[in-house]
């Protein structure tokens, strides 16, 4: 496999299972984390509750840079992704200020969850239903570690196995 990754400083591999060793190939262990898995639920009728934490789509490409600078990821996003039906890019709010971000996408009937920024409680928390509002009756997987995986898994989501990345020396 080592041999596939381009020769150079910063290549990378993530091995989605966690159970490759490339130590002795040239490379490091970048971080581990643990995939993630939330079940479909069915999205909640009606309003949030008033201080609710709320989930609102970004619309445009003015909104969109402005999310990716926030996230650390200026112009990584082509605002084509925007027309993408399978492509969601949320901001979590509560009542006057931004408390979290991230990242949908659709696939195999899996909605992925990337790029998750939790800046107060009840981002996890309600990321699961905003997931199911948008594409209702899929499941959800993602991966974090850290605190974000305690919150993560607090709120309901399940480790379901290992992950590793490693990058070459």
């Known amino acids: 496999m080592a041999e596939a990754v381009p020769r150079r ?43 609710a934490t709320t989930w609102v789509e970004v619309v445009d490409q003015a909104a ?22 399978a492509v969601r890019f949320l901001t979590a709010r509560a009542p006057g200020e931004v408390v979290g971000r991230a990242a949908l996408c659709l696939g195999a009937g ?3 969850v990337s790029n998750v920024w939790s800046g107060a409680s009840g981002v996890w928390e309600t990321l699961g239903g905003a997931a199911s509002r948008l594409f209702p009756g899929r499941p959800v997987a993602g991966y974090e570690r850290g605190a974000d995986l305690a919150e993560a898994v607090a709120a309901g989501f399940v480790p379901v196995g290992r992950l590793r990345v490693w990058v070459r020396r």
């Open 9 to 51: 400083d910063g290549a990378s591999v993530k091995d989605s299972f966690g159970d490759v060793e490339l130590g002795g190939q040239g490379f490091e262990v970048l971080f581990e984390a643990e995939w993630l898995w939330l079940e479909a639920a069915t999205p909640a009728a009606g309003s949030p509750p008033a201080g």
């Open 64 to 85: 969109l840079e402005e999310w990716a600078v926030a996230s650390g990821q200026r112009g990584t996003f082509p605002p084509a992704l925007l027309a993408d039906p």
């Open 110 to 112: 899996v909605v992925g």
